[in-house]
């Protein structure tokens, strides 16, 4: 633990820091593919939210989920819609530990432990780091078990979509450049050749991030998925 005094403002990002951090692997994919696949299905008031080849999704988890997307949040949405937005995430997670473990993958405990400790060096005491996952609806094996699944298919991503293999062409490039490049006019310390790799590496990261998205709904469409939210 730091010597840093907790206030309610840094107390607010080491939270948002370890939501984050539980999300490793999926981030703005799973957003897309969330947002873009919506399902819907019969209400149930029991424990599960959702099925997923067998393995429930627990109304505990969701609720969790959907209590950090409401606090994360950029923009308003309505609220059916995030709660959609949240179960197709989990779904789609879920879908990706499964098929990661299918292929063998297993978490690399070193990597694990080495991200838990960044998340507890943040915070004076440990009182103030129980006390933010108690803020986050988790405890320390929730947090644990999160972290090794983001792992798991954060490693099964970079094998089966590597960021390297991604082609960007120079064509590509230049389109963007051109259509961002009337925005910049006037402004001072503006050079487009500067700006040239940030917009290949933005390009790089959106066709990834497309390839997660049809890899989400090929194991999908697979998959034996029964919503019961």
């Known amino acids: ?6 206030t ?21 994919a799973v957003a897309y593919f969330a947002k873009n696949n919506p399902q819907s299905g019969p209400n149930d008031s029991s424990g599960a939210v959702a099925v997923v080849n067998g393995v429930e999704i627990s109304r505990k988890t969701f609720e969790a989920s959907l209590g950090q997307a409401q606090a994360n949040q950029a923009e308003e949405v309505e ?34 432990q080495q991200q838990l400790d960044q998340v507890t060096g943040q915070f004076e005491t440990t009182e103030a780091f129980q006390s933010e996952l108690a803020a986050a609806q988790m405890t320390e094996e929730d947090l644990r078990e999160a972290v090794t699944r983001g792992s798991v298919i954060q490693t099964y991503l970079e094998r089966k979509i590597p960021a390297d293999s991604i082609e960007v062409t120079a064509e590509e490039v230049q389109m ?16 487009l050749d500067e700006i040239r790799p940030v917009i290949e590496q933005q390009l790089q990261q959106q066709k990834r991030q ?17 919503i019961l939210l």
């Open 8 to 28: 309610p403002s840094s107390a607010s990002g080491k939270r948002k820091w370890i939501i984050g951090l539980v999300g490793i692997a999926l981030l703005a």
């Open 79 to 112: 609220a059916g819609q995030l709660e959609q937005q949240v179960l197709d995430g989990l779904i789609a997670e879920e879908l990706l530990f499964q098929q990661a473990e299918a292929e063998g993958i297993t978490a690399n405990e070193e990597l694990i």
């Open 1 to 6: 633990m730091n010597d840093e005094q907790s």
């Open 176 to 191: 963007q450049l051109d259509l961002v490049a009337p925005q910049l006019e006037g402004q001072e310390g503006v050079n």
């Open 210 to 226: 497309q390839q997660i998205t049809t890899l989400l709904e090929d194991l999908r469409a697979q998959g034996d998925i029964q």
